[in-house]
């Protein structure tokens, strides 16, 4: 069965360093990933996805992710961040065939001022 | 504008009474989706749908019904047999065979008294 791990649960960071928030999959067929963000009592908003092509994808809000096959990893990196990107993120993966997306349990990226 | 509208937002019942939560999506898609938010516990599916008048159990269908009259609506009835129904409650959507992209309505916050 298809799993998605985010190493950290919590990540503080403040405001305009960079963040890189870890997101590994367990797969070994062709697979989608994509990043999602949730801000309080609201639902989830796509940041970005990886279908195919450049492993290097950039997304909403200045976003980027790195897709590594060998690794199955899709880490999310910002350069700077900003007091508004506190939020929960999830990473979220999908394979040929599937029916539906596995998420992630989430981190929570609280940006400090 | 093209959406998924979830009513109430806000929702407050008391024990042993069943509820009904709405979803509505005007996306044209055929899969809809009802997941279960619980604090450090990510999102957990309870129900989905690819086609109107047929539905799949997900992960923790226990004390939850669906129906899918009609290809815009999927509404939830938490009955008094799920144990502890106090939750944030999400509604998806997406096309068939479109690698599983979702799109998330607003959420539901069911508190039971």
């Known amino acids: 069965a298809q799993s998605v791990t985010q190493l950290d649960s919590q990540v503080p960071v403040f405001e305009e360093a960079p963040v890189e928030l870890r997101c590994n999959y367990s797969s070994s067929v062709s697979v989608y990933l994509f990043w999602y963000v949730q801000y309080p009592n609201q639902g989830l908003q796509l940041l970005l996805k990886?279908?195919?092509?450049?492993?290097l994808v950039k997304g909403i809000n200045g976003f980027e992710a790195e897709f590594n096959k060998s690794q199955t990893s899709f880490h999310l990196r910002k350069p700077s961040v900003h007091i508004s990107d506190t939020a929960e993120y999830f990473c979220?993966?999908?394979?040929?065939?599937?029916?539906?997306?596995?998420f992630g349990t989430g981190t929570r990226l609280t940006v400090i001022p | 504008d093209g959406g998924i509208t979830q009513s109430p937002k806000y929702l407050f019942r008391k024990e042993g009474q069943n509820v009904t939560l709405s979803c509505e999506q005007n996306l044209n898609h055929d899969a809809m989706y009802w997941y279960r938010q619980d604090p450090g516990q990510g999102l957990r599916l309870i129900y989905y749908?690819?086609?109107?008048?047929?539905?799949q159990k997900g992960d923790i269908a226990e004390g939850y019904s669906v129906s899918r009259e009609k290809k815009e609506s999927f509404p939830l009835t938490v009955t008094s047999a799920q144990k502890n129904p106090t939750a944030f409650y999400l509604c998806a959507s997406s096309t068939v065979g479109s690698y599983n992209e979702q799109f998330f309505g607003p959420g539901t916050r069911l508190t039971v008294l």
């Open positions: 990886y279908l195919s092509g450049s492993t």
């Open positions: 979220a993966v999908s394979q040929t065939g599937a029916n539906n997306l596995f």
């Open positions: 749908s690819q086609i109107v008048n047929d539905f």
